[in-house]
């Protein structure tokens, strides 16, 4: 028979469910619950357990040691040199290698503008290196290379190649003082330097010296004739044109410059050789 509902001056009302009920139902779900929890930490301890025995085996796995690290990328440095520099010394195994660790200690060199480094399963170490270009050498007391962006990163060395233009005008003391500005007359010898690579224009294709005037501006020498070229601090591309122009009407004419003043782009003063 179903449950029995009395009815009380206008009210439905229900029999009480003894006290004793109510606490077996609830020790009941504390039990359930209980054991489903303790099923899921024996679970989880059993899972760890075989990964932790899993990892244990694979680091004492001589199949997994490293035994080639191949560089890629590397031109002014020798792959021995960055290989050294990853610091992995006999042959660990490829899971214990940390990644992190070893791309900083490349990157750490000077030379290094970029590097990646990743695993090859099962035993190799792969570098990427990506260096850094040199587009001149600075005069700062002592010779130091820098890069398109304006980075003064490495001394030159004494059995280096020479063959780029030197940046003059611009002193350590002068570069400590006055950063910011230092930094500005760099940029624009870099951007006139980057132009004339790119356009090749005469006389202008090669550059020995690029000298930085705060008053005056850019003063270049050329290469092949050391004629000075004064480029002035903007324009550079249009003064470039003209400049062509000029040399060659010059040389049709059996002309030679010693100097070329092209600081006024709407005029242009050549001073020749007498």
């Known amino acids: 028979m179903g449950e029995a509902v009395t009815v009380r001056d206008g009210k439905f009302l229900r029999p009480k469910v003894s006290r004793q ?5 609830k020790f009941q779900r504390i039990v359930k619950k209980t054991i489903r929890v303790a099923f899921q930490l024996l679970l989880l301890s059993f899972f760890l357990f075989l990964s932790h025995w899993v990892y244990g085996h694979l680091l004492g796995d001589p199949h997994f040691r ?15 040199t960055l290989q050294s520099l990853t610091a992995m010394e006999g042959r660990p195994n490829l899971f214990s290698v940390n990644l992190k660790k070893v791309v ?36 700062l007391g002592e010779l130091y290379y820098i890069d398109i962006h304006g980075e003064i990163f490495s001394p030159v060395g004494e059995r280096d190649d020479y ?26 010898a870099l951007e006139l330097l980057e ?21 005056f501006g850019i003063q270049c020498f050329t290469k092949a004739e050391g ?11 249009e003064k470039l044109k003209r400049l062509s122009l000029i040399w060659s009407d010059f040389h049709k004419r059996g002309f030679s410059a010693v100097s070329i003043d092209c600081s006024d782009l709407k005029k242009m003063v050549v001073r020749k050789i007498p």
């Open 21 to 25: 009920e109510q606490g077996g139902e």
């Open 66 to 80: 490293v035994r080639e690290v191949e560089v890629r990328g590397g031109r002014k440095l020798a792959g021995e």
């Open 104 to 139: 900083k200690r490349l990157e750490s060199h000077p030379w290094v503008e970029q590097v990646s480094v990743r695993k090859v399963f099962p035993n190799k170490i792969l570098i990427q290196v990506e260096e850094r270009k040199p587009m001149a050498i600075i005069q």
């Open 163 to 188: 063959n780029y233009p030197y940046l003059t005008g611009v002193t350590r003391q002068f570069l400590e003082k006055e950063p910011v500005e230092a930094k500005r007359l760099i940029m624009k």
């Open 195 to 215: 132009i004339v690579e790119q356009e090749k224009i005469p006389p202008l294709k090669e550059l020995s010296e690029i000298h930085m005037e705060k008053t």
């Open 227 to 237: 004629v000075e070229v004064r480029m002035g601090w903007d324009d550079f591309g």
